[in-house]
Nanobody
Framework: QVHLVESGGGLVQPGESLRLSCAAS????????MRWYRQNPQTERDLVAV????????YYADSVKGRFTVSRDNAKNTAYLQMDSLKPEDTAIYYC?????WGQGTQVTVSS
């Protein structure tokens, strides 16, 4: 059974950083493309970044380019989303997605 668990969210001030983690189980993690999405009450669930099997991110949403970085540790079955220079508009619930399965999400709030 595919299972994804996000962690690392929290409340930060503008300009600060957070690193989100997505712990995966129940499938061959190293063979799977991982995706990060986010959603707030005003928007649909939007794609933020895509992480390829070799650890290189080949897609970032325009709104996060240059500030967010995806990575993975296949030995730990974990994907990461490093978020720097956070802005209030980054406030959302962040989800990881793989193998047609969503995690439960982790809340990120950017506010002064």
């Amino acid at each position: 059974q595919v299972h994804l668990v996000e962690s690392g969210g929290g409340l930060v001030q503008p300009g600060e950083s957070l690193r989100l983690s997505c712990a995966a189980s129940g499938f061959f993690f190293s063979d799977s493309v991982m995706r990060w999405y986010r959603q707030n009450p005003q928007t649909e669930r939007d794609l933020v970044a895509v992480l390829t099997t070799d650890g290189s991110g080949f897609y970032y949403a325009d709104s996060v380019k240059g500030r967010f970085t995806v990575s993975r540790d296949n030995a730990k079955n974990t994907a990461y989303l490093q978020m720097d220079s956070l802005k209030p508009e980054d406030t959302a619930i962040y989800y990881c997605y793989a193998r047609q399965t969503w995690g439960q999400g982790t809340q990120v709030t950017v506010s002064s």
